[in-house]
């Protein structure tokens, strides 16, 4: 039986390949917000490969709106098996020229997000006594980045929610999991030049950037196994070991 998924930020980057990928065998909901031409160009290019895939609009930081979106899904489809919460947005600035509210829009979209889409969704899943939850993390999670401290602390988070409710969960058979991804190629990384690109490339093991199929992989993987939660699984190259 196909998995029902839904996948937040979806639009671009990671999230853009990851529900290209996951509609190829599931049912999947590619959540976006600002990104409408993004949106349509992903479900008009699976349409011509008779891929279906449902697009739908929701702020994920806006409570109103994501429980909305929840209850469109469980009225088609009746019930929600995978989450992935991918949306986030970066910044590149020094600690002491970040304001209030620039603070507050990073923890609303990469944090708090994940608190409110989970919430609303796992009361399908704890009702199902099944469900998958992946949260999209980043390697600055685990070590930290300077001019990126919004962004780190927001990161981090997501690795501190993961870890609890996997415990919390379990109980339910409800596995939770994080991905912190190292530098992969995405329109998230144009604020780094080619010469700062190609010297992160020589702090790299396997000396390249990830793609994002690669962290797709690792989603697909997960979805397979059943006895994988409360991990931060690092796809970096071998960066910050």
């Not at 001019?147 to 109980?171: D, F, H, N, Q, R």
């Not at 058979?173 to 080619?194: C, H, L, Q, W, Y």
């Not at 979805?223 to 699984?233: A, K, P, R, S």
């Amino acid at each position: 039986m196909k998995k029902v998924i839904l996948v937040t930020g979806a639009s671009r980057g990671i999230g853009n390949n990851i529900a290209r990928k996951l509609a190829q065998k599931n049912i999947v909901i590619a959540n976006y917000n600002k990104s409408k031409s993004e949106a349509e160009k992903l479900k008009e290019d699976l349409n011509k490969e008779n891929i279906n895939i449902d697009i739908i609009k929701a702020d994920v930081s806006n409570r109103v709106e994501v429980r909305e979106m929840v209850e469109q899904i469980l009225e088609k489809y009746g019930r929600i098996d995978v989450l992935i919460n991918n949306a986030g947005i970066s910044q590149y600035k020094l600690f002491t020229e970040i304001t209030d509210d620039e603070w507050d829009n990073i923890m609303n979209i990469n944090l708090n997000s994940n608190f409110i889409v989970t919430q609303e969704v796992v009361k399908n899943m704890i009702a199902n006594k099944n469900g998958l939850i992946i949260n999209i993390s980043s390697i600055w999670g685990l070590t930290g980045a300077a001019m990126e401290v919004a962004y780190s602390t927001s990161k981090a988070g997501i690795i501190g929610l993961t870890k609890s409710l996997a415990k919390e969960l379990g109980p339910s058979n409800i596995r939770v999991n994080a991905i912190a991804p190292g530098i992969i190629d995405t329109s998230m990384n144009n604020k780094f030049s080619e010469k700062e690109i190609n010297a992160i490339k020589e702090e790299i093991p396997l000396e390249r950037i990830g793609n994002p199929v690669e962290v797709t992989k690792c989603i697909e993987w997960l979805l397979e196994d059943n006895y994988t939660t409360g991990q931060v699984i690092s796809i970096n190259g071998g960066w910050n070991i």
